[in-house]
T-cell receptor
Framework: GAVVSQHPSWVICKSGTSVKIECRSL??????MFWYRQFPKQSLMLMAT?????????EQGVEKDKFLINHASLTLSTLTVTSAHPEDSSFYIC?????????????FGSGTRLTVV | KQEVTQIPAALSVPEGENLVLNCSFT??????LQWFRQDPGKGLTSLLL?????REQTSGRLNASLDKSSGRSTLYIAASQPGDSATYLC???????????FGKGTTLSVSS
């Protein structure tokens, strides 16, 4: 089945630095990639939607200049957390839209645990 | 605005019990509904996907039902095992091509 590879699985960075998270679709073309964030004991919240070759669409309250999303190819999407602060510490996970016959589903990456110290 | 609620937030059962997890959504106009499993610190594993025209889906010991008109779905787990311990997430998709909207999940603990 469709697989999305996400890395790193965890990262610790200093406050003020930037961190890049990558998601690759291994055996299919991901025209749309969704990026979610999950705080402890909370639901996954959509941050942005990216379509290959175009600018990402950000959800209300998500700073587009802080969370840079690039979807330059059909198999790679990246999320860069710029000038990270402790409040950005969270679980970030990507999801690609997949289609099997007439069924639309989603395949998720394994997630990235970001800790900003 | 579509909202997804899952009850209970946490559940502890002894091994072998059959159990039901509940999911409700505020707007019945959905495209499909999906149940996921999330292990601590891990990503999501898709369990079952129900299209809006379907009433249920089954996979092994799992059965998910959908009552779109009442805005409810249930995930039935038969003969629970310690390996079933995880957080179960319900999510709806309101239109083709849009992102999933998640509930907060039910954290299940099955004791041996």
């Amino acid at each position: 089945g469709a697989v999305v590879s996400q890395h790193p699985s965890w990262v610790i960075c200093k406050s003020g630095t930037s961190v890049k998270i990558e998601c690759r679709s291994l055996d299919f073309q991901a025209t749309t990639m969704f990026w979610y964030r999950q705080f402890p004991k909370q639901s996954l919240m959509l941050m942005a939607t990216s379509n290959e070759g175009s600018k990402a669409t950000y959800e209300q309250g998500v700073e587009k200049d802080k969370f840079l999303i690039n979807h330059a190819s059909l198999t790679l999407s990246t999320l860069t957390v710029t000038s990270a602060h402790p409040e950005d510490s969270s679980f970030y996970i990507c999801s690609a839209s997949t289609r099997t016959g007439q069924v639309d589903g989603y395949t998720f990456g394994s997630g990235t645990r970001l800790t900003v110290v | 605005k579509q909202e997804v609620t899952q009850i209970p937030a946490a559940l502890s059962v002894p091994e072998g019990e059959n159990l039901v997890l509940n999911c409700s959504f505020t707007d019945s106009a959905i495209y499909n509904l999906q149940w996921f499993r999330q292990d601590p610190g891990k990503g999501l594993t898709s369990l079952l996907l129900i299209q809006s025209s379907q009433r249920e889906q089954t996979s092994g010991r799992l059965n998910a039902s959908l009552d779109k008109s009442s805005g409810r779905s249930t995930l039935y787990i038969a003969a629970s095992q310690p390996g079933d311990s995880a957080t179960y997430l319900c999510a709806v998709r309101i239109q083709a091509g849009t992102a999933l909207i998640f509930g907060k999940g039910t954290t299940l603990s099955v004791s041996s």
